[in-house]
């Protein structure tokens, strides 16, 4: 039987530590603020923050004893309750993200935490070790990712094995006794080998690793730079606490601009603090940034202070995402994410986001290397002529009740009386250069197996699934569009929310080729369901 282990010692540490920052507020406010305080309600309030502490307490300690876990060679098994025992098992199988997060105190201690996340909903989903031996999380890491690979080779070879049935029994009948001793050899040749290849397959392949010039490329796009705003604005109010006098204030301020140079110090001494956060702050999030793979999983590592790794299963990736900010289409950059069927958590986004500023020649060459089922092309078609001259005479809504609602009030801008009106015009030109954009940016492919759309004004969203991943299609034409022979097609994703893409204004007989491209799924998915049913029988 696989032995049971308790959590590690530390946890106790880690969940007095949480205890202490969630109270904080608390202890700081009665013991700090109200510290000499004869208060009825403040000696009370006091007395009640003690049992509260004590009962924590004494809960973090029942439930360290109470808890313990197992991982035999299939399922994790956890063990809750000391009266009513409830017992949890998670099978490896389904496990869909494997994350690690070490942070300074992990760091101090030498520990780390690892969560291992399945496509359920519901907290009883995810099997996570807030506290662990490095050496500890790895055993566990391995063995579900040596626990998937044996499956899945298992499958194929039972499906290989249907295939060839009549031909092995036909052979079988004609072998004599040294052919079969043969085959024996042969099997466990081959039985050895399937082995090797197995360890082969757990090797990682590193396919992008952050240098110093991709980090001062990050610090720049990502506007780490203006965090600085903030802190000048309360640096501003803690000299006027200082200087009550607003003039006093006003004055020293403006003693400083008069002079040119000194002007010119300050804001050079801004951009230069500025350029330094950003760069610091990127640095610690996203230096010493990897990207490697294996045959069934995607791992990816950040950060220096604090160390953040985790892992995406290949075969739950539905969809792939590539999006660009006006800064990074400048600059050359893009951000890749992965839909995945078992994106849970408000840190769904980070997890399945690779690293955000990646070249783009080098993001598509990435995916193709990790993915070798998907594959980005370039050559994409443009939307028709008359699409534009829909979007651009499309009413607009935003615009009319804005309009509407100045033409009400009349605002009195820079002494301007008729200044309304001229917000309205400047309104408008945005929208209709955003539309006009939109338009010579939307693009889309539809190949054998895949589709790729990209859309977006400001910033491009390029969208790439194969069509065993997309769930359900939708083909949709209002008048106009059915006028000018156009149409709009949504697909949906499996993803945790549900992932809906569309894209607007494709020509007409496209669409009658998407719906019939995507009518040919039905052959594939019923070639998935034989195969499945055949390897469990």
Same mark, same amino acid.
């Given at each position: 039987?696989?032995?049971?282990?308790?959590?590690?010692?530390?946890?106790?540490?880690?969940?007095?530590?949480?205890?202490?920052?969630?109270?904080?507020?608390?202890?700081?406010?009665?013991?700090?603020?109200?510290?000499?305080?004869?208060?009825?309600?403040?000696?009370?309030?006091? @007395?009640?923050?003690?049992?509260?502490?004590?009962?924590?307490?004494?809960?973090?300690?029942?439930?360290?004893?109470?808890?313990?876990?197992?991982?035999?060679?299939?399922? /994790?098994?956890?063990?809750?309750?000391?009266?009513?025992?409830?017992?949890?098992?998670?099978?490896?199988?389904?496990?869909?993200?494997?994350?690690?997060?070490?942070?300074? /105190?992990?760091?101090?201690?030498?520990?780390?935490?690892?969560?291992?996340?399945?496509?359920?909903?519901?907290?009883?989903?995810? /099997?996570?070790?807030?506290?662990?031996?490095?050496? #500890?999380?790895?055993?566990? #890491?391995?063995?579900?990712?040596?626990?998937?690979?044996?499956?899945?080779?298992?499958?194929?070879?039972?499906?290989?094995?249907?295939?060839?049935?009549?031909?092995?029994?036909?052979?079988?009948?004609?072998?004599?006794?040294?052919?079969?001793?043969?085959?024996?050899?042969?099997?466990?040749?081959?039985?050895?080998? $399937?082995? $090797?290849?197995?360890?082969?397959?757990?090797?990682?392949?590193?396919?992008?690793?952050?240098?110093?010039?991709?980090?001062?490329?990050?610090?720049?796009?990502?506007? =780490?730079?203006?965090?600085?705003?903030?802190?000048?604005?309360?640096?501003?109010?803690?000299?006027?606490?200082?200087?009550?006098?607003?003039?006093?204030?006003?004055?020293?301020?403006?003693?400083?601009?008069?002079?040119?140079?000194?002007?010119?110090?300050?804001?050079?001494?801004?951009?230069?603090?500025?350029?330094?956060?950003?760069?610091?702050?990127?640095?610690?999030?996203?230096?010493?940034?990897? @990207?490697?793979?294996?045959?069934?999983?995607?791992?990816?590592?950040?950060?220096?202070?604090?160390?953040?790794?985790?892992?995406?299963?290949?075969?739950?990736?539905?969809?792939?995402?590539?999006?660009?900010?006006?800064?990074?289409?400048?600059?050359?950059?893009?951000?890749?994410?992965?839909?995945?069927?078992?994106?849970?958590?408000?840190?769904?986004?980070?997890?399945?986001?690779?690293?955000?500023?990646?070249?783009?020649? #080098?993001?598509? *060459?990435?995916? #193709?290397?990790?993915?070798?089922?998907?594959?980005?092309?370039?050559?994409?078609?443009?939307? %028709?002529?008359?699409?534009?001259?829909?979007?651009?005479?499309? %009413?607009?809504?935003?615009?009319?009740?804005?309009?509407?609602?100045?033409?009400? /009030?009349?605002?009195?801008?820079?002494?301007?009386?008729?200044?309304?009106?001229?917000?309205?015009?400047? &309104?408008?030109?945005?929208?209709?250069?955003? *539309?006009?954009?939109?338009?010579?940016?939307?693009?889309?492919?539809?190949?054998?197996?895949?589709?790729?759309?990209? =859309?977006?004004?400001?910033?491009?969203?390029?969208? &790439?699934?194969?069509?065993?991943?997309?769930?359900?299609?939708?083909?949709?034409?209002?008048?106009?569009?059915?006028?000018?022979? &156009?149409?709009?097609?949504?697909?949906?994703?499996?993803?945790?929310?549900?992932?809906?893409?569309?894209?607007?204004?494709? %020509?007409?007989?496209?669409?009658?080729?998407?719906?019939?491209?995507?009518?040919?799924?039905?052959?594939?998915?019923?070639?998935?369901?034989?195969?499945? *049913?055949?390897?469990?029988?």
């Amino acid at each position: 039987m696989t032995e049971m282990k308790r959590h590690h010692a530390l946890s106790l540490l880690w969940s007095l530590g949480n205890l202490l920052k969630s109270t904080f507020a608390f202890i700081l406010f009665l013991f700090v603020f109200r510290a000499g305080s004869d208060s009825t309600w403040v000696f009370y309030a006091r @007395i009640i923050f003690y049992i509260g502490i004590s009962i924590a307490l004494i809960s973090i300690i029942w439930k360290w004893f109470t808890t313990r876990y197992a991982a035999d060679e299939k399922a /994790f098994h956890i063990y809750t309750g000391a009266f009513s025992r409830t017992r949890r098992t998670i099978p490896y199988t389904k496990v869909q993200n494997v994350s690690r997060h070490t942070s300074f /105190f992990h760091r101090l201690f030498g520990v780390t935490s690892i969560r291992f996340e399945t496509g359920i909903k519901g907290d009883d989903a995810t /099997f996570l070790l807030q506290v662990v031996s490095v050496s #500890e999380a790895e055993r566990l #890491e391995k063995q579900v990712a040596l626990h998937l690979s044996e499956v899945q080779d298992t499958v194929e070879g039972i499906m290989d094995d249907e295939r060839n049935v009549q031909d092995e029994k036909s052979l079988l009948a004609e072998r004599d006794i040294e052919t079969e001793e043969q085959a024996g050899s042969d099997v466990s040749a081959n039985a050895n080998d $399937n082995a $090797n290849g197995i360890k082969g397959k757990l090797e990682h392949v590193v396919h992008y690793r952050s240098t110093r010039k991709d980090v001062f490329k990050a610090s720049f796009t990502s506007l =780490s730079f203006l965090v600085l705003i903030p802190i000048l604005g309360s640096l501003y109010s803690t000299v006027k606490d200082f200087f009550p006098d607003e003039t006093v204030t006003e004055s020293l301020v403006l003693s400083w601009l008069e002079s040119w140079w000194v002007t010119s110090l300050i804001i050079l001494l801004l951009i230069l603090i500025s350029v330094g956060l950003g760069i610091v702050r990127t640095f610690v999030k996203y230096g010493d940034f990897q @990207i490697t793979s294996d045959d069934k999983r995607i791992y990816i590592t950040k950060g220096m202070l604090e160390k953040t790794s985790f892992s995406i299963q290949k075969d739950r990736v539905q969809a792939v995402k590539i999006t660009q900010s006006l800064m990074k289409r400048m600059l050359g950059l893009a951000e890749v994410e992965l839909t995945t069927a078992g994106s849970l958590g408000e840190a769904s986004q980070e997890i399945n986001t690779l690293y955000p500023f990646l070249p783009v020649r #080098e993001a598509y *060459r990435i995916i #193709e290397e990790m993915l070798p089922s998907y594959h980005v092309t370039e050559e994409m078609q443009r939307l %028709p002529q008359k699409a534009l001259w829909l979007r651009v005479l499309k %009413p607009n809504w935003l615009w009319i009740i804005v309009t509407g609602v100045l033409a009400y /009030f009349k605002p009195v801008l820079f002494s301007m009386e008729q200044s309304w009106w001229m917000i309205s015009l400047l &309104l408008i030109v945005c929208i209709t250069t955003c *539309r006009v954009v939109n338009f010579y940016h939307t693009r889309y492919a539809l190949n054998d197996q895949f589709i790729q759309f990209r =859309s977006g004004a400001l910033t491009s969203t390029l969208f &790439l699934s194969k069509r065993e991943k997309v769930i359900e299609i939708k083909i949709t034409r209002h008048p106009l569009q059915r006028k000018l022979g &156009l149409a709009s097609i949504h697909t949906v994703n499996r993803a945790k929310p549900v992932m809906h893409h569309h894209v607007h204004d494709i %020509p007409g007989d496209v669409a009658n080729a998407f719906q019939m491209w995507y009518m040919r799924r039905s052959n594939e998915v019923q070639i998935r369901v034989d195969k499945g *049913r055949g390897a469990l029988r």
